[in-house]
């Protein structure tokens, strides 16, 4: 870890400058206001081809002082609110993340609720879209017992059941149904990618 051949550096290379090539702009401000956002979004869509925003994460914006004197819910109403609105004005999907409140560790059943979002009421009401993703293997895993118990092997059993899966989760979906989707994920690079079922798996590789 940290020594590359010479191969994989000129790889390296090659894909960075082909990344600095890609229409992807990233802003990195600390404590942006959601009118300061909106400001810079539509310089974008004036001078380039804006095709979506992603905002991580919705709690870090702020809003104007004068919601913000009125408390937090009424400060991330407003910000779900001019989301939309700047969502219809540009023409762009807007994908926001946000955080989950605590009371979801406190549940046996650990999968996330529309109740669990953050100052939830205007982010579920603003959303068309609530998603959620889901790994009962990361709290499966913390739960280990001891070795060579009858405890620990039937944890084994438990763990090659969730390893390697996640749930996306559609809480709420204004055009359409909701339900979740199993996942495959590949934790060494956090990546999720289509699931195929065991039933469509050969019954042996050559």
Excluded: C
Excluded at 49 to 69: E, F, P
Excluded at 104 to 120: F, G
Aim: net charge negative.
């Amino acid at each position: 870890r940290g020594k590359i051949t010479e191969a994989e550096y000129h790889k390296l290379v090659s894909v960075s400058q082909e990344l600095q090539s890609l229409p992807l702009y990233i802003d990195e401000t600390g404590g942006i206001t959601i009118a300061q956002l909106a400001a810079r979004a539509r310089k974008l869509k004036r001078q380039r081809h804006l095709g979506l925003i992603i905002i991580d994460y919705l709690q870090l914006l702020s809003g104007s002082a004068r919601k913000a004197s009125d408390g937090r819910v009424q400060e991330v109403s407003e910000i779900t609110q001019r989301l939309k609105a700047l969502a219809k004005e540009l023409d762009v999907p807007i994908i926001a993340l946000s955080q989950l409140s605590r009371q979801v560790e406190a549940r046996d059943d650990k999968r996330p609720q529309l109740s669990d979002l953050r100052e939830s009421g205007s982010i579920e009401q603003d959303a068309d879209v609530v998603a959620f993703v889901f790994r009962e293997e990361y709290y499966v895993e913390r739960r280990m017992p001891a070795l060579n118990t009858p405890e620990f092997f039937e944890w084994q059993d438990e763990m090659s059941r969730v390893e390697g899966i996640a749930e996306f989760i559609i809480g709420k979906q204004r055009h359409g149904p909701t339900g979740k989707i199993e996942l495959h994920f590949q934790a060494d690079v956090t990546r999720f990618s289509d699931l195929a079922p065991s039933s469509h798996m050969p019954e042996r590789f050559e």
